[in-house]
């Protein structure tokens, strides 16, 4: 007999209180959210992690129950507009304080109104990572696929769970099936792209300076004079 066999993995452990903790919970009382914020920062406070515990937002935990009773279709639709709309968040904290502007670019037809478009720029912006970048558009795929295809497509078909057998923000790094990858990976994003929110400062808007106070006038006494002998002996130098 394989050692393995018999005991439950992280994976299948996760899968399994995944399918019976609401019940459990529904009849103690409890919101699910409140007690996955409550035992993981417990966890991060005991191993000196208070740090990691202060960004667990319950709003992921209520978002997680959501995406747990979706569709396969429905999840990666929903999951990649929530990772979509925590990245245009963390670009308005790190953009200046321009809200007009800011909205002309992210959103209809702007210039970062893609999902993609988004991802590249926090990338080129070093707001992310080159990993979180490439999962971030494998999501942006997977979603792209759920939203084209007509056809009854799910986590188990041919293409989508190649797309999520590549993703790699998994923290478990153990097997499990391309949706609760998938969703494990979503969240492991969310943490991400918060935490990075969080630590970001808001760049300062350049102060409009004086022409007077830039005036190559100010600063040299003769310059027209200079100018005129410098472009008289560059001609000579070049006749």
Known sequence: MNKNE???????????????VEELLKYKGIDQSDMYKEVLTN????HDLEHIAELISEDIFKFRAILLKETDRGSALMAASYLEDLLEKLLRKFFVDDNLLSNNLLNGYGGLSSFKSKIDLAYLLG??????????NLIRKIRNEFAHSAENINFNSSS????????????????????NKFIRVVFGLAGVLSSTKIKKERREEKPNKNLEEISLKKDIENFDEELSEEIEKYIK???
């Open 237 to 239: 130098n070049k006749i």
């Open 6 to 20: 018999g005991n439950i993995t992280t994976g299948s452990f996760l899968n399994f209180f995944d399918d019976i």
């Open 43 to 46: 966890i991060f406070e005991n």
């Open 160 to 179: 989508i769970n190649n797309r999520c057998n590549e993703l790699n923000y998994n923290i478990f790094n153990d097997d499990i099936s391309g949706r």
């Open 127 to 136: 707001l992310i990572s080159r990993r979180v970048k490439r999962d971030l």
